[in-house]
């Protein structure tokens, strides 16, 4: 049994994986922000299911955009094996028509909010030698398309991130693992935050059209019993990632739908690792067995 911290747990893949992780016997901290108030709903829902089937699931409050809030959720976590930095959402539209502001909120919800959350658990990974972080991106963390580029440039900005700190936790004993979902039926699409300059978005008719036509695309996928749309298929990865040896982890996992990303992944995986090589550092991808 291990300890599972699941940032976002409100929704989508972090309630789904809440639940079923609980199941399999772990320890599962469900973390989301304002339990008493917009998401009391999944939080009593959770909290429920853990009593009626006696299962090691707690409801944490946790906003992954305050450092005290971090700070006072961790005075009830005592021990992290496995931190999943799920919580994040998608900001849509022209970039011209986003304020600085709304650009930094993007930024801080789904990377700022990874570091946070970083920061509060690899003190206790370090000390045990051992852990596992598996950080969400998207295959819009690898491609990109017009009406999305803030949305990019948080998921690019985890996939450098992660793929850094992979090297840097490794020879600690510590395991980083990417998870790249292609479009699932997870709140995602009616979650996505506009600008709030909707003249500037006007001019972009362009953009509109496409982010209307991906959504329609993206719904009618959903519908489809035969595409891979299932939030249980990004589930199922964590639980395989978290049952695979450490060390043994690839760096980049996508599921589902996956636009032509994993082609990428291909091609770009041979340049990782002779980078590696040309800068002495292979050594330190992936987690070391404690000495």
């Known amino acids: 049994m291990k300890s599972i911290l699941i940032t976002g747990c409100s929704t989508g893949f972090g309630f789904e994986a809440a639940k079923y992780l609980a199941e399999k016997g772990h320890h599962v901290y469900a973390t989301m922000r304002n339990t008493k108030a917009k998401n009391a709903g999944p939080a009593k829902e959770l909290s429920d299911f853990a009593k009626s089937k006696n299962l090691h699931l707690e409801v944490v409050d946790l906003d992954v955009t305050s450092d005290q809030s971090v700070a006072d959720a961790m005075k009830h976590i005592n021990n992290c094996d496995v931190l999943i930095n799920n919580a994040g959402r998608g900001f849509g539209g022209p970039v011209e028509a986003f304020s600085s502001e709304e650009c930094m909120a993007q930024l801080d919800l789904n990377v700022i909010g990874n570091v946070r959350m970083l920061k ?16 969400l991106s998207s295959i819009a963390g690898r491609l990109a398309v017009p009406g999305f580029g ?23 004993g510590i395991d980083v ?12 699409f009616p979650g996505v935050i506009y600008p709030e300059d909707t003249t500037t978005a006007a001019a972009y008719d362009h953009v509109a059209s496409f982010l ?8 009618a996928a959903f519908e489809n019993p035969d595409a891979p749309t299932d939030p249980d298929l990004v589930v199922k990865k964590f639980e395989e990632l978290i049952n695979l040896p450490a060390g043994k982890r690839p760096l980049r996992n996508i599921v589902g739908l996956d636009m032509g990303a994993q082609s990428m992944n291909d091609v770009t995986e041979p340049v990782r690792q002779e980078m590696l090589k040309a800068f002495n550092i292979a050594d330190f991808d992936g987690a070391k067995s404690k000495p």
């Open 120 to 135: 509060a658990v690899l003190p206790m990974m370090r000390a045990k030698k051992s852990g596992l972080v598996i950080q």
């Open 177 to 188: 693992a990417i998870v790249q979902p292609g479009p699932f039926s997870t709140n995602f």
């Open 212 to 219: 209307d036509t991906f959504g329609s695309q993206s719904m």
């Open 150 to 172: 803030i949305y990019h440039a948080s998921k690019w900005a985890v996939e450098g991130m992660s793929e850094a700190l992979r090297y840097e936790l490794g020879p600690l």
